[in-house]
């Protein structure tokens, strides 16, 4: 009797096998699948890979020097960087925008550099959907967007 049931049990747990191992494998790779899909996204998210012009008015060794300028424009901000302290009162996005915020600048007679950053694409974006109404509103609307950028900037670099 033993001879006849051994190949039907066999045969029983072996397909109850297959299809334990075809369950745990599927798991497994849409397990993985999902979490690499997650990982490109957050990682495209944060990484500073979008280039933007930031209109510098200063680089310092001396911090506190640096933070005198920064209390002189209100707006600006102070980034370290590479052992000095660089202070910017403006960031903006293509040469339009960067001209125009130049030009103004000048005006006032400030001394400004325009230097090409790294911003995340997020801020990229934001900086994207202002530039249609650049040459359209007053300065003082522009310096308020720009107050909001320069503080998401500082926050983002921090």
């Known amino acids: 009797m033993c001879f006849f049931l ?20 599927f798991s ?3 397990g993985i699948s999902l979490s690499v899909v997650t990982l490109y996204y957050l990682t ?3 990484t500073l ?6 209109l510098q008015i200063g680089v310092y060794q ?3 020097n640096a933070q005198k300028v920064v209390e002189s424009y209100p707006g600006s901000i102070m980034i370290e960087e590479d052992g000095f302290y660089r202070v910017y009162i403006a960031i903006a996005l293509g040469n339009g925008w960067t001209d125009t915020l130049e030009k103004h600048y000048e005006e006032e007679n400030i001394e400004v550099y325009p230097k090409s950053i790294k911003v995340s694409k997020q801020l990229y974006e934001e900086l994207d959907q ?3 109404v650049i040459g359209k509103v007053d300065w003082n609307v ?3 967007i720009n107050q909001e ?10």
């Open 6 to 25: 051994k190949p039907k049990c066999y045969d029983d747990l072996g397909d109850f096998m297959k299809k334990s191992l075809k369950t745990i494998l």
């Open 28 to 30: 497994v790779i849409l």
């Open 44 to 46: 495209k998210e944060t």
């Open 49 to 54: 890979n979008e280039e933007v012009n930031a």
């Open 62 to 64: 001396n911090k506190e």
């Open 130 to 132: 202002y530039t249609n």
């Open 142 to 144: 522009l310096a308020k």
């Open 149 to 158: 950028l320069m503080k998401k900037l500082k926050g983002e670099v921090l």
